[in-house]
């Protein structure tokens, strides 16, 4: 039996803080109601560490005790574990508890082959995600509900919440002509959407002839953000360690495609960045200036011990949170990226084609070449997330 502990151990698993709504992920829905939804049928299971109910025991565990036929298990990036590091390839094995076989979703095959669907009859997906678009999760529950559609295999979504609130969206929608693996969902960079949602809104899209099913949470609205749930908290990947990181991922994300640090090596993930040329002092003044909502800046210099200059001193800046609600990440990175052209024009430098899948749109790589200002890239960002918030509405389950 896997344990509380050990979960916590790898994955940073912490016990619920006291809160007045408790909410059940659909994880907990299911097992409530005695996993019958999945009696007598082969189940293929795509999951990871995040799978948890709310005394931390894992979905593949309960569903096993319960007499569930579950005959695959599939992982994503970061492995079954989520221990993995960003963007190792893993490889297949097989679960010690339940002998089912893993398969890997990461790597040289980012779907299900037919072979490994052949006799399923259905496919359940519950993982955490984060709420940004090029968090890869939600494309691997995409390619997965593409591939059962071919191959006749029903299709079921255990919800969970989205862990920075349902109401916000942020970021210009996806181009038609980007396609990628962090870049899928014509959606804004900042969704809004659970997984379910996502679930329904890819079919339509795709107009996939897929029995979906999604198992709805119980008291779970969308103004809530994770902390606020009653769930049980375990990192959903190895660097987003806390709510702060998920709600800043948006934005803070977006510098991977540049030559900073996002303070994988530190201890503060997505929380910070910086480089070893970067004025952290002026910065911090200039986005502190700005006003921008619901955070702070302060200069701090960091040693990351890994990844992107790993070993070398970095200029830098903290974000301090101050009101969740209020932060826009996207704009961080916007007004940021078009300061350090400004101020580190010989330094800075971005992958324009790398930029333009995190963003989803040619427009801020533009505006940096311009030297156009953050305001007109941001106003244009708002447009499209604006008319996309019109149609929305028919997903949302919530």
Not at 15 to 27: E, I, V
Not at 353 to 370: C, P, Q
Request: proline share 6%; charged share 20%; aromatic share 10%.
């Amino acid at each position: 039996m896997r344990a509380a502990a050990a979960l916590a151990l790898l994955a940073g698993l912490a016990l619920p803080a006291s809160c007045a709504t408790m909410t059940l992920s659909g994880l907990d829905v299911l097992e409530r109601d005695g996993f019958k939804a999945l009696q007598n049928r082969r189940v293929g299971l795509i999951t990871n560490h995040t799978a948890i109910n709310l005394q931390g025991r894992h979905a593949a565990d309960l569903m096993h005790e319960a007499g569930v036929k579950l005959a695959a298990i599939f992982a994503p990036e970061h492995g079954f574990r989520g221990t993995e590091g960003h963007g190792a390839h893993i490889a297949h094995s097989s679960d010690a508890v339940t002998g089912a076989p893993i398969y890997s979703l990461y790597g040289k095959n980012m779907r299900p082959a037919p072979e490994q669907l052949a006799g399923l009859d259905i496919l359940v997906f519950d993982i955490q995600d984060v709420g940004a678009r090029f968090y890869t999760y939600l494309t691997t529950m995409g390619y997965a509900m593409e591939e059962a559609a071919k191959a006749g295999v029903d299709f079921m979504v255990l919800d969970r919440p989205n862990p920075i609130g349902g109401h916000a969206t942020e970021g210009p929608l996806l181009e038609p002509d980007i396609k990628a693996f962090t870049a899928y969902f014509p959606v804004p960079t900042r969704h809004g959407f659970t997984p379910g949602e996502m679930a329904f809104f890819h079919k339509d899209r795709m107009k996939l002839d897929l029995p979906l099913t999604v198992i709805r949470m119980s008291g779970w609205t969308r103004d809530m953000f994770f902390d606020e749930t009653g769930l049980v908290w375990t990192n959903p990947s190895p660097n987003i360690r806390s709510v702060e990181a998920e709600v800043l991922y948006p934005g803070i994300g977006c510098f991977e495609s540049t030559n900073l640090s996002v303070g994988r090596g530190t201890g503060s993930p997505f929380t910070w960045f910086g480089a070893p040329w970067l004025d952290g002092d002026r910065l911090a003044a200039d986005l502190n200036d700005i006003g921008l909502p619901g955070v702070e800046f302060r200069s701090a210099r960091k040693t990351p011990d890994s990844d992107v200059h790993a070993g070398k001193e970095c200029g830098g800046v903290d974000i301090l949170i101050k009101r969740k609600r209020d932060i826009k990440p996207l704009e961080i990175f916007v007004y940021a990226a078009s300061l350090l052209k400004k101020n580190h024009p010989g330094d800075f430098v971005y992958r324009p084609a790398e930029l333009r899948k995190m963003t989803g749109s040619g427009l801020l790589g533009a505006a940096l070449e311009k030297g156009s200002s953050a305001g007109a890239v941001i106003k244009k960002y708002n447009k499209e997330k604006a008319a996309f918030e019109k149609t929305r509405g028919k997903w949302l389950l919530y």
